[in-house]
């Protein structure tokens, strides 16, 4: 089957990758002439526009995958494939887009009968070796009609055990995809899919923040330890109930350097953890950990909050309390419940 | 009626001055000799040591008021007195100790027949114009006794409304003081005043925070605002539902500079807003707001945390994700959810 | 002045009564005939449709206030009383609508020369007693025109103590309302105003939630208090740091009855607090307080979430672990550490 | 090696019969004649008291397994233990006791020249098949010496891949088991481990919640979307960012039952989570998520808090809000913004 990758970046290239690699034909095109020439001497058909792209289609329907920054570049991208596509050919946004986006974007381009699929991809710059997890919205015959670049794409199989009792269900989900619905849902379930994410990462980071800082001299010094995290990362691998693929990436960025010292702690969000926390809000679901996961990446990126400006000026008002001044106070780490006179 | 103080700082000092004030004679004591000098020029009998103060008493039973920090000094002058002390003499812990230590030391200076009582004294350094608000643990009898200082000190009916439909209760909770029940609910009690006045803090704190960040380059621009934190903190504090005097605090902050610029955000916390936590865990009470407010502050005392790096070397894992470089970073403020690709 | 006043309830119908007093002319619309007929008989002006209404008006440029429940109610008056008036004529909406409804709608209605001002408006039933605090948006011009009917509302200076330090900044906010900025910018306050609220009001809620639990059989029978959180209430209204209004209507509350039997524990939400995360989120402000009280709330709607189910499901996973059948099972309060095995 | 094991419940019986099918010999005590009776029938000595159990090993030093739910039962039969060996004899408390209590007996235990070891065992009841993951506090001499029977019960290495980059470190980590340092911090990371699993396992409970009730009936028909939670669960187990071994467990309970009608979302909990929440307090450490999770886990077991009633009577306090019915209310599942007039 031939498709076009729109965006050859870390995802987009390696999806083509491991397209071509399954025998499907490529089209590609990226602003980029670079990524997409590379992708040339590798066996794809290389534009150097969309009009172009659209062109080098060899039969029809054509399929069309945009794997570009979720926002205004995808936005204008598939505005401007309905401007060229024709009936029946098909967009894909294989980004991270807001899933009422894709809603909306269906409805649009079902005016001029082009069909629409949305695909929340997950799997990361491992997924070219690993398969790429995929959460499919559209409607159902175009999401058929794809099945074989899902295929190609997903995992499969492999040598994960079947789940037990699982004897009915949607057998594409045992591959590593699955249709969720109609448009806007494979988004919809992979930015919760991201939410998730945040809050399990976070839930190792506190862990690991407390199990590094046991030997603080806060503490009465019996109860210091001084824990070796590589080690516990990597006990943890195995056999433990909290066994996971992140925690295999922690295990391996701690072997590295058990002080993360390459890292800052500056910890970018993007959009799907952001709107996690609003769907929650819209179905009232209370959602502590996720949200919590998120403002913690808010925290990370900023030197001191104004909230905390106001705490201080509050705690100046009513205790007279002056406040330690930053990180290279000598009270900085400390915090003593037992320093503070009452107030 | 004569009573002694021990710990002559913001608070010691202005308690002393309250009690002469009301007619009661104050045997003073402090390790530095100019708060004691100070306070024996305006009618206090200063003493050089603590055996000097026990000395120092016309009369019997004596009680001993101990205002000092939290901890081991605390825990150390409170078994001091014990030794010096006499059988019906009475210990008062004024500070901000944790009220296990206080069902202890009950029991330990009972032994001696020594009367312990806990006193949780709200007010900070304005205390001594309006009044201490006192939560109060110990036997009846003795708590009976003290009347007179309590009363005195409490900030007594004034012109704050009665409360509608209040016909029974301790009346004594409309002066500004209660007994609270035996040795350690006094504390306990002002342990979960400080928990909360950390939740509400927090609150005005983050509602600010998002009022001054409404102008943020990262909104469209037709939904910016400038908005003037003064002035809204002071309309606020005038028929709005959430008026109260940590407003009227903060808005006077507001008022001298609304940029809070003499502020660093560095925050301390004492022992109660972490006995609070500890105390809703024992009892399997959900208490999501006050331990927020309470990380918030850990949180606000660090460059970074190991955890967010922990974050930043996962994303690295799974995304390549490189992370911002700090908040020089030009996407710093910004973590602008269409700038990241799907991964 | 003349003013038109849509909306009787419990808001619109005290809104009417204080301006009227304060020597103001009313026309007044409600859909239900009997709170027009009552404030007729006040001396309002009652029309029985919004046309009637808007010919009523003896002068121009016509104001009418609307005060109706935010949402679709809001909208259609809105717009219908957009085809209604004329140049130069005001909408101000005092209710509490998403402050981007309000950026949208006085862009609308600018197509026609109409003018448009937001007005948060906090005070609840005690407003017309104890005036209301009002956050306003809209073009100046229009805001500094309607002063008298603001003035009127507003609380004034009454016996609330000036703020130390605040020499200069908007005088109307001394009598408790602002001109907060462009239309949007009063709802926008208003909003934040509401979030606060959410997180104050939980605040004192886990607080008393943990004195109530003080005396839990799952605690050392040493350390149980049996404390009277009304008294308790009553004590911190005096002096305490945390004294509030909000803490007012706890303290008359739980004077009433210590045990809140007549209340279930069912807490809705309206809108602002939702909106509040909302903006923090675009913001990238941290929110953990003002979300946690959010989340407590639309968890208080439920029996159990089906999150809950799922971590039952995982516990049953991983150790076997068969759940507790409920609050009527024996281990229902308890949760006690020590009764789990290791798993 | 001949090893003694106390309490042969789930965790306990199937550490004796990993240990036996690796050719160690167990003596075994369970107060229930039953599973000790079992055990002798594949293997085991079986003993009827402690007495015997000590007298029924062949050689020394002895080394005793305590395999009992933490908390009193494993003090007494340790303290008891202490009576009863003899020097070098070690006691392993392979349960979840509180790291404090673990540092107190050792330097009980040591005053008799007995060895104490504390070990972590994770693993549950698949443990027997999977191997335990195992972290072991205690003196290196005590530790090398039991080295065959932690050998014996770990995952070792299986099919799971090695950490890149991972080059030195305990080579034993990669068995499945660590040395992680003295008396204590065997449990403390196995505490910590735990708290993870909480924040784990709430992220993925709170990101199904939200899929769930994606098909509300608050939410605008055309974004209502009925996911199938069972494939959701299932692709995510293939090739995505989140998969692990409680999205496992996750799947599987959903594949059996989508709704999982057969729990009733009544969430308990042991000591470790909330031991968590002190160390981190302690320490200064934020721990925003795993907080949220060990409180989602409190409220689960309630009706309603007495705090949601404090919140229900200010509501009614400031704005004559008058609060639902609870579930059976019309509005309950609903908490429409639009439904709320100003306040």
Redesign the interface.
């Known amino acids: 089957m031939q498709i076009g990758v729109i965006g050859l970046?870390?995802?987009g290239g390696n999806i083509c990758r491991r397209l071509m690699k399954a025998g499907h034909g490529c089209v590609v095109f990226d602003a980029d002439a670079k990524p997409r020439e590379a992708l040339a001497k590798e066996g794809a058909i290389a534009a150097a526009s969309l009009e172009a792209m659209v062109k080098a289609f060899t039969g029809k329907p054509r399929a069309v995958w945009v794997?570009?920054?979720?926002?205004?570049i995808t936005e204008e991208t598939v505005a401007h494939l309905g401007t060229l596509l024709q009936p029946d050919d098909i967009v894909i946004d294989?980004?991270?887009s807001f899933y009422?986006d894709d809603?909306r974007r269906a409805k649009e381009l079902a005016q001029k009968r082009i069909r629409y699929v949305d695909c929340g991809?997950?799997?990361?710059?491992?997924?070219i070796e690993?398969?790429?997890?995929?959460?499919i919205g559209g409607d159902k015959a175009v999401v058929d009609h794809l099945d074989p670049i899902f295929a190609a794409l997903?995992?499969g199989?492999?040598?994960?055990?079947r789940?037990?009792?699982?004897?009915n269900?949607?057998a594409?989900?045992?591959?590593?995809?699955?249709h969720?619905?109609?448009p806007?849902?494979g988004h919809?379930?992979k930015m919760?899919?991201n939410?998730?994410?945040?809050?399990?990462?976070?839930?190792?980071?506190?862990?690991?923040?407390?199990?590094?800082?046991?030997d603080?001299e806060?503490?009465p010094e019996?109860?210091r330890?001084?824990?070796?995290v590589?080690?516990?990362a990597?006990?943890?691998?195995?056999?433990?109930?909290?066994?996971?693929?992140?925690?295999?990436?922690?295990?391996?960025?701690?072997?590295?350097d058990p002080q993360?010292k390459g890292?800052?702690?500056?910890?970018?969000?993007?959009?799907?953890g952001?709107?996690?926390?609003?769907?929650?809000?819209?179905?009232?679901?209370?959602?502590?950990?996720?949200?919590?996961?998120?403002?913690?990446?808010?925290?990370?990126?900023?030197?001191?909050?104004?909230?905390?400006?106001?705490?201080?000026?509050?705690?100046?008002?009513?205790?007279?309390?002056v406040?330690?001044?930053?990180?290279a106070?000598p009270?900085?780490?400390?915090?003593?419940?037992?320093?503070?006179?009452?107030?």
């Open positions: 970046g870390r995802m794997m570009l920054p979720a926002g205004r294989g980004g991270n009422k809603i991809t997950s799997g990361g710059i491992w997924g690993r398969g790429y997890c995929m959460m997903a995992p199989r492999g040598d994960i055990p789940t037990r009792g699982r004897t269900g949607d594409r989900a045992e591959q590593g995809y699955i969720a619905g109609p806007g849902a919809f379930v919760i899919h939410g998730i994410e945040y809050g399990l990462m976070q839930a190792y980071a506190e862990g690991f923040d407390i199990l590094r800082n046991k603080s806060d503490l019996e109860e330890f001084e824990l070796n590589a080690d516990i990597e006990v943890w691998r195995r056999g433990s109930v909290i066994s996971s693929w992140l925690l295999d990436l922690g295990a391996a960025a701690l072997a590295k993360l890292f800052s702690g500056f910890v970018q969000d993007s959009g799907e952001r709107w996690t926390i609003e769907a929650a809000i819209e179905e009232a679901v209370p959602a502590e950990v996720l949200s919590s996961a998120l403002f913690a990446r808010f925290r990370s990126r900023q030197g001191h909050t104004f909230a905390e400006k106001v705490l201080s000026a509050m705690r100046l008002g009513f205790g007279g309390h406040e330690g001044q930053g990180p106070d009270d900085a780490g400390s915090g003593m419940p037992s320093k503070d006179a009452a107030k």
